[in-house]
């Protein structure tokens, strides 16, 4: 069994606090209206890197040795990891190399390079980003940032439900449900793991594309499950084909269920976020608002939260999406 607790998210935010943005928990009158509903939104766009992934590769990178730290990184992504190791290896000085998609956001892979880092592009269609990060791992002596399934990532992320928790207790704010997007399961595993202890009665549940409902299989057969092959979805920041062995264990003690949204649903809910929040998000940082959006549950009369987790959307991709309305 996985030992993780709220303590290993409050040690984390020590370390990374002064290294990340404390981003805002708001409310939006138009969007409780529609949803009969009173809704946060923990607007994680708007971190440094645009996107909650900063979190979980500050503390990991902040705690590698001197020699570690003097070899460098590897790390593989499609592109909010990357562009988050890349950040943080930066502001440490050490070099990183990052395996990506070629066919990730332009705005992913030039802000990666942005950062320093070097770039490794790959074709999904033949190659296996994992492989190929362990070969540089090998032949360079770098220390592999996985994405998701390592404790201090986990912990990391989690840093954001540690904020959200504090602001809501300041507030006298009990939460009854929580809502949050789900690739490999690293964000959320630290989140629900800080929200449940606060909030021992919250809801939680994962959303994800419904053609990569990995960790929604998982949960209800209680075994990990993997997408079947050839899926594709818009959201590509939650394209993991099952969830981690680690994030997966914690998931399965604070998930209540997991939900799914469509491409299309995504989409529109882009839109509406534009609209009245007047955030731009990318795919994957918007399934948990289409899940709320789109009635994937009751709501009435409840407290929600909603992670917007990240908005490193091509300007061309939204254009389309915006006049697609």
Partial sequence: MTTFSFKDVDDAYGRVKSLILKTPLVSNEEINKITKAKVFFKLENLQWTGSFKLRGASNKIGQLTKNEKKKGVVAYSSGNHAQAVAYASKLNNISSTIVMPKNAPSIKINNTKRYGSEVVLYDPASGVREDIANDIARTTKKTIIKPYDDL?????????????????????????????????GGLIAGTSTYLKHKFPNIEIYSVEPEEFNDTQLSFRSNFITPIKKGAQSICDALLAPQPGDITFAINQQTLTDGLTVSDKEVKSTIVVLAENLKIITEPGGAVAASALLNKKLDVENKTIIVMISGGNIDGELFSSIAKEK
């Fill in 152 to 184: 201090d990532i986990i912990a990391g992320q989690g840093t954001a439900g540690k904020e959200i928790a504090e602001e809501l207790l300041d507030q006298n704010i009990r939460p009854d449900v929580y809502l949050c997007c789900c690739g490999g």
